[in-house]
């Protein structure tokens, strides 16, 4: 499982409140039927974080070293396309060597398309998978490996039905409500390119941070002091970077050295911002590495510090401190961010420097 080794691709959430006392008794509520009783549809629910068919939720096989652990499982039966692809041929070409015609009509290999599927369905196995949670019932954030919009809308979806609250996506205008009481949505658009006009550039907070805490890891020395401590930050490839205006839209940079590349310079004079990017923290010897979709707060192949071997409960618990310790640390850069965002006076000169550092990049490559 996600959490328990391994990189791991996941998003964050406020919890609107902590867990009602009744949390474990809710979600066994709303375990998942047994798949024994699965027909041609798709069934859903709760299962433990030991295995997608373990429905027996308990407070002993619930909770991990304090942490609520769970997953929301989805079991359905899906015809595999090669297979379904050659029966409707096979039927297709059964009827019309039956009826001696040249070819069959398009309703009539539709008709033959639903016959084959509805043949099919019931003889296929289950396709089990599921969304990973893990949250201190007693705290505020819940993570989750959630990462597209559906399994988004599924997630929060069966959450508020089970314990009746909402989750919060951890992004750029919920952060910004949360740590600073500001809404960001209205913010003005602002150029890091010293060829276009600010009126010219898009409002996309997190891609201004995200090309922000490039610039901050270069120019600025990339050493913050947090609330988590000091760290380092730096970028690296792949980078991709987007501006929804005239012309190509995105431009992915992955190979040789993409950060010194021309096609780098050429896109940020052009107004693109990073969009996404590999970003590393480090403090001491820990390291965190993930590739982070700006617009999202996205985190995917997260690889966490190295612990000491220990065993299975005490291994999830040091996990589940190091993303403690990432969120920590993207919250405390986002906040710094903001913050001089948010002056205007303080803000103007920082984009001065931002443009002059963008006019100055030299090629490498």
Wanted: net charge negative; with cysteine; charged share 25%.
């Amino acid at each position: 499982m996600a959490f328990e080794s391994g990189s791991l691709s996941y998003r964050m959430f406020y919890l609107a409140a902590p867990l009602p006392p009744d949390f474990v008794a809710r979600f066994a509520r709303h375990a998942v039927p047994p798949i024994e009783t699965m027909g041609t549809g798709e069934i859903s629910g709760w299962v433990t974080g030991r295995h997608l068919l373990d429905r027996h939720i308990t407070e002993d096989s619930a909770m991990v070293a304090g942490y609520l652990r769970l997953t929301l499982m989805k079991a359905e039966r899906v015809i595999p396309p090669a297979l379904l692809k050659a029966e409707c041929k096979m039927e297709e070409l059964a009827e019309m060597q039956a009826r001696g015609l040249p070819f069959l009509k398009r309703n009539e290999k539709s008709a033959i398309k639903k016959e084959v599927t509805a043949r099919l369905l019931p003889t296929m196995p289950p396709t089990l998978s599921g969304i990973d949670i893990a949250c201190d019932p007693h705290g505020q954030f819940l993570y989750a490996t959630a990462t597209t919009d559906k399994q988004l809308d599924a997630l929060r979806l069966n959450f508020r039905h089970t314990t009746g609250l909402d989750l919060i996506p951890f992004d750029p205008e919920n952060v910004a409500a949360k740590t600073l009481k500001t809404d960001i949505r209205d913010l003005a658009p602002s150029s890091f390119s010293p060829e276009l006009e600010d009126d010219m550039a898009e409002a996309h907070i997190g891609r201004d941070f995200l090309t922000w805490l490039w610039y901050f890891s270069e120019a600025c020395g990339g050493i913050a002091t947090l609330d988590a401590g000091p760290f380092a930050v730096a970028i690296e490839g792949p980078l991709c970077f987007m501006f929804e205006g005239a012309g190509a839209h995105e431009t992915v940079l992955r190979n040789g050295q993409p950060l010194v590349s021309a096609e780098a310079r050429t896109a940020l004079l052009s107004g693109k911002k990073l969009k996404r990017a590999k970003v590393m923290f480090a403090r001491d010897e820990a390291t965190w590495k993930f590739t982070f979709d700006a617009d999202s707060f996205t985190f995917r192949s997260t690889q966490l510090p190295q612990g000491e071997e220990l065993d299975a409960a005490s291994r999830f618990q040091d996990r589940m401190l190091a993303l403690d310790t990432l969120r920590e640390v993207v919250t405390g850069f986002y906040t710094r961010f903001l913050e001089e965002r948010l002056n205007p006076a303080e803000w103007k000169a920082i984009r001065e420097d931002i443009r002059k550092w963008v006019g100055n990049r030299r090629s490498k490559a």
